[in-house]
């Protein structure tokens, strides 16, 4: 079982940033592909940003493209998401996600989700 636990959300004004984070409970952490999700008030579960094992190659939404930044550390066996330049519509819970199918960045490319997911931190955006 992989424990997922994420920290850093918060309430920050339009125009903002917020940096969160997830700590992973097992070294296999660092052979996994692994994901940012978010869920707003009301709307769908949505994906927001993807990474590979290495780190090399990352995949975003249209939505936050060029404003979030995913990025991980394996040693420390930690996932980050950088979010500038946040809006209002950025207010959600937003979930680590890791273990697809493959563990690969493709499963994300292809809308696949893994199985493991954490607890979720709030970030909301005000106007």
């Known amino acids: 079982q992989v424990q997922l636990v994420e920290s850093g959300g918060g309430l920050v004004q339009a125009g903002g940033s917020l940096r969160l984070s997830c700590v992973a409970s097992?070294?296999?952490?660092?052979?996994?592909?692994m994901g940012w999700f978010r869920r707003a008030p009301g709307k769908e579960r949505e994906f927001v940003a993807a990474i590979s094992w290495n780190g090399e190659a990352t995949y975003y939404a249209d939505s936050v493209k060029d404003r979030f930044t995913i990025s991980r550390d394996n040693v420390k066996s930690t996932l980050s998401l950088e979010m500038n330049n946040l809006k209002p519509e950025d207010t959600a819970v937003y979930y680590c996600n890791s273990g697809t199918r493959s563990s690969r960045l493709q499963d994300y490319r292809n809308g696949g989700v893994g199985r493991y997911w954490g607890q979720g931190t709030q970030v909301t955006v005000s106007s």
């Open positions: 097992r070294r296999t952490f660092s052979t996994w592909a």
